[in-house]
């Protein structure tokens, strides 16, 4: 089994910067693809940021330019830097992992959720 624990999150003003981080732990052969999304109440949950282990980058287009997701696969682990934070960036942010397990099949698991809040 492999868990997800987040990291970081708050509150910060207008413009301000946040760094969450995301740490992997358990039975893992290889991360495949670890990224954030985040939902809004009565939303779908979306796409924010994601790093496959290729070293490829997917940005949403509401974060391209404020936002960098980062990996150290040597420690399990992605950072998502948030940089010039809006109101709309407030809600709630879940890291994602879809690992590669010693029986060499893809599962994704989820983290628990933090809260970013962003006041104007």
């Known amino acids: 089994q492999v868990q997800l624990v987040e990291f970081g999150g708050g509150l910060v003003q207008v413009g301000g910067s946040l760094r969450l981080s995301c740490a992997a732990s358990g039975i893992i052969f290889r991360l495949n693809t670890m990224g954030w999304y985040r939902q809004a109440p009565g939303k779908q949950r979306e796409l924010v940021a994601t790093?496959?282990?290729?070293?490829?980058?997917n940005y949403a287009d509401t974060v391209k330019g404020r936002f960098t997701v980062s990996t150290d696969n040597a420690k399990n682990t992605v950072n998502l830097q948030m940089n010039s934070l809006r109101p709309e960036d407030t809600t709630v942010y879940y890291c994602?992992?879809?690992?590669?397990?010693?029986?060499?099949?893809?599962?994704?698991?989820w983290g628990q959720g933090t809260q970013v809040t962003v006041s104007s």
């Open positions: 994602n992992g879809i690992v590669i397990g010693l029986d060499l099949r893809r599962n994704e698991y």
């Open positions: 790093s496959a282990s290729g070293g490829s980058t």
